[in-house]
């Protein structure tokens, strides 16, 4: 898997969009991007992935750029309830065998009042 | 959310006891999985299952067993639990079929497991 790099914290003020940064810049062709995040005491929630197109569903928007070696997830219009540590996992899709995901140690994000 | 649950979800025991967490989904998802989380080490994969009575080894398997005799239900023993095994538990399902069949997990609540 490739590594990922992920900046440790981030404050967002609530009602404002929070932009999450992520650099894979040893990404494969076949690697694709996916987003968790864990709320204090909670299991990990999947947010969201993509492998080389923007990608956009209910909770946020996944923006990759062209050379693939970065990614920003996008949360439109940030909660208090969106405050959880954010975490960048490259993957292998498909095929082959059932493994464990990867979290690092992710991006505490604080949305604040 | 996907319907998984945990039970319990919370337990303390004496160190050499046995103990079992149970793991239930409604998804009918193929694949289950049972994570550890500790400070300083993030979710480590101890067991998982790709059907069932189909079970493999994690990173940390040493010291637990799994069983999963039905799709709904897998479960986790510490036949003789050690301090060191205290942490927080999850269950994870993924559907096992399609893209992001593997990457794509849904997780439990998390079972708080105090080993005294």
Known sequence: DAKTTQPTSMDCAEGRAANLPCNHSTISGNEYVYWYRQIHSQGPQYIIHGLKNNETNEMASLIITEDRKSSTLILPHATLRDTAVYYCIVRVDGSGSARQLTFGSGTQLTVLP | ?116
């Open chain 2, 1 to 116: 959310d996907a319907g998984i649950t945990q039970s319990p979800r919370h337990k303390v025991t004496e160190t050499g006891t046995p103990v079992t967490l149970r793991c239930h989904q409604t998804e009918n998802h193929r694949y289950m999985y049972w994570y550890r989380q500790d400070p300083g080490h993030g979710l480590r994969l101890i067991h998982y299952s790709y059907g069932v009575k189909d079970t493999d080894k994690g990173e940390v398997s040493d010291g637990y067993s799994v069983s999963r005799s039905k799709t709904e239900d897998f479960l986790l023993t510490l036949e003789s639990a050690t301090s060191s095994q205290t942490s927080v538990y999850f269950c994870a399902i993924s559907p096992g079929t399609g893209v992001s069949s593997y990457n794509e997990q849904f997780f439990g609540p998390g079972t708080r497991l105090t080993v005294l």
